[in-house]
């Protein structure tokens, strides 16, 4: 499963609280990828957290020849890649997109200011 979501910089203390917010932790889950885009404005990256990803793939994207050594890792990206991730990675489903938007956050795929 992959999941993606755009969330306001202010509403995130720490990866592991949004994950335990939807009902998810990692400890649990090792075979999700999660990604958390923070998006203070008037930054020119976005950041990224990944929680146990063996999908080859994002980790590409991300530019890791392995998996995070750690349960969580932050990572910066060039909007460029970040857009790539965006096309990459994608809300699977209904349900948890109505979830996100019962707590005022939008998938990513309907974001544009990364668009070129």
């Known amino acids: 499963m992959s999941l993606s979501l755009l969330v306001p ?9 949004l ?11 090792p075979g999700s990828t999660f990604v958390v885009e923070l998006s203070p404005e008037g930054t020119g990256a ?3 957290y990944a929680a146990h990803t063996q999908d080859p793939e994002l980790l590409e994207i991300l530019g890791l020849d ?7 890792a ?12 965006f096309n990459a990675i994608k809300c699977e489903t209904d349900g948890f997109n ?3 938007a019962a707590h005022g956050l939008a998938r990513v795929e309907q974001d544009t200011r ?3």
Do not use: C
């Open 98 to 100: 109505t979830m996100l």
């Open 46 to 48: 976005a950041t990224f």
């Open 114 to 116: 990364l668009m070129p």
């Open 19 to 29: 994950m335990r917010a939807f009902g998810r932790d990692a400890s649990s889950d």
């Open 66 to 72: 392995n998996p995070p050594k750690t349960d969580w």
């Open 9 to 17: 910089a202010a509403q995130v203390d720490d990866a592991n609280r």
């Open 74 to 85: 932050l990572y910066h990206l060039t909007e460029e890649r970040a857009q790539i991730a």
